[in-house]
């Protein structure tokens, strides 16, 4: 079955200290892999995708197909990093699926 | 730049009545979406439509639910007679294929 796992409900870091969201997926073929953020009020946005490889507001995560792993990570989380983000493959088809979510609460 | 953005941002209902939620996709995207998130739970999908047609849709998009392109620029979701249950926030989305772009959202809440 088509599944995206997200395992931490809540993930609480200190100001400065390295933040990683876990992200696995199980899927048929390669799915495109996404992670979007939803900030407090605000709508759900696009943080980053795997095949643009880019580094978003200092987050960046690898593609690990031998894991089926998609992991988010920031080196140094910021105040302004706290937030809710999922985890969402895209699989060619007519729907993003999304994870369960993990809040990042980034504590001063 | 572009939004999707939705209307009302708030709507209030009581069970057993009719509820029409409105979007406006961007432009020129060909694939639209509707989307639910209750209080404290993931965003679940619901439906997608492409080619004014319903292209895929979950299990929660029961009989109750519909949705319509009624012109070239709104996408409505209708619930025809609102349980408590579907009070949640209802996200619209639109995408050109992949990356998919969403709106505000409308909470609903059904008494």
């Known amino acids: 079955a088509q599944r995206v796992t997200q395992p931490e409900k809540l993930l609480s870091v200190f100001k400065g200290a390295p933040v990683e969201l876990k992200c696995n997926y199980s899927?048929?073929?390669?799915?495109?892999l996404f992670w979007y953020v939803q900030y407090s009020r605000q709508r759900l946005q696009l943080l980053l995708r795997h095949i643009s490889r880019e580094s978003i507001k200092g987050f960046t995560a690898d593609l690990n197909k031998g894991e089926t792993s998609f992991h988010l990570k920031k080196p140094f989380a910021q105040e302004e990093d706290s937030a809710m983000y999922y985890c969402?493959?895209?699989?060619?088809?007519?729907?993003?699926?999304f994870g369960a979510g993990t809040r990042l609460f980034v504590k001063a | 730049e572009p939004e999707v953005t939705q209307t009302p941002s708030h709507q209030v209902t009581q069970m057993g009545q009719e509820v029409i939620l409105r979007c406006v996709p961007i432009s020129n995207h060909l694939y639209f979406y509707w989307y639910r998130q209750i209080l404290g739970q993931k965003v679940e999908f619901l439906v997608s439509?492409?080619?004014?047609?319903?292209?895929?849709k979950s299990e929660i998009f029961d009989d109750q639910f519909s949705v319509e392109r009624p012109d070239g620029s709104n996408f409505t979701l209708k619930i025809r007679s609102t349980k408590l249950e579907d009070s949640a926030m209802y996200f619209c989305?639109?995408?050109?294929?992949?990356?998919?772009?969403f709106g505000p959202g409308t909470r609903l809440t059904v008494l």
């Open positions: 439509f492409y080619n004014n047609e319903i292209s895929e």
């Open positions: 969402a493959p895209y699989t060619g088809g007519f729907k993003t699926i």
């Open positions: 899927y048929s073929g390669s799915p495109e």
């Open positions: 989305a639109s995408s050109p294929q992949g990356i998919t772009f």
